[in-house]
């Protein structure tokens, strides 16, 4: 269960997303509200101070990209991680999300267990502890708290067919990125739930890794998060 000070905004012009989203989380334990426009939004980050906010990006007037920009080059919300919850499996929406100021993104539609996860994750800045359980199928023997000046760890979360080489070991083989674990997991009818931490160097380099795995019409992206090990520690 959540620690009572978890607080998450959900911000959604779809009221039954909305309502989904705020059951969801609400029987985790964490406290939510819901705004119906990116204005309400942006107010309610002000007023409220959320812990996280869920910001869909399809939105009329102010769309997710404006709202997220606009809370993090806020002083008073800049510190709030966004979270992006996007319709398309397409690199260009999520890399824009990313600078935007979101750590990470949901692909819709989105499975509850994949969103509580990406949740957990970003409120408690250990995304490694969401594998701990596991036996990675492939793990290299770096630090997990390594990362330099322009290093992030980008863990993504896709679908792809069982019996195959992972993507990821194709993805990571562009310049500037590093596999450093593979968790996989079988699903039903041969289909894997493959979790990857890859050390990306930058921007650039990030997006070159998410179009080797968007461009394969077999996988689908279910999402991810990005994980600053510098800012972790000083939580």
């Keep these: 269960m959540a620690e009572e000070t978890n607080a998450i905004l959900i911000v959604d012009d779809d009221e039954d997303i909305r309502e989904f ?8 334990g964490y ?16 007023q409220w101070k959320p812990d996280l906010v869920l910001l869909d990006i399809m939105m009329p007037q102010l769309d997710g990209y404006e709202v997220c920009w606009k809370i993090k080059s806020d002083r008073a919300t800049a510190h709030i991680p966004v979270v992006m919850v996007t319709v398309k499996n397409d690199v260009a929406d999520i890399s824009r999300s990313l600078t935007a100021g979101a750590v990470g993104f949901v ?25 701990a359980n596991l036996h990675p199928v492939m793990e290299r023997s770096i630090a997990k708290e390594r990362a330099g000046a322009n290093e992030r760890v980008a863990f993504v979360n896709v679908l792809e067919p069982g019996g195959r080489k992972s993507i990821f070991c194709a993805a990571t083989e562009t310049p500037g990125n590093q596999l450093l674990s593979l968790w996989q997991e079988a699903r039903e009818e041969g289909v894997v739930q493959s979790t990857a931490a ?13 179009g080797v795995i968007a461009n394969r019409p077999t996988v689908k992206i279910l999402d991810c998060h990005i994980y600053d090990s510098s800012v972790a520690r000083n939580r």
């Design 21 to 28: 989203l705020r059951n969801l989380l609400d029987t985790e």
């Design 31 to 46: 406290r939510t509200e819901g705004a119906s426009s990116g204005r309400e939004g942006i107010e309610k980050a002000v």
């Design 107 to 131: 692909v819709k539609p989105f499975e509850a267990d994949s969103l509580l996860q990406t949740v957990r994750m970003v409120l408690t800045g250990r995304p490694f502890d969401s594998y």
């Design 198 to 210: 890859c050390l990306t160097s930058s921007g650039a380099h990030f997006d070159a890794l998410l």
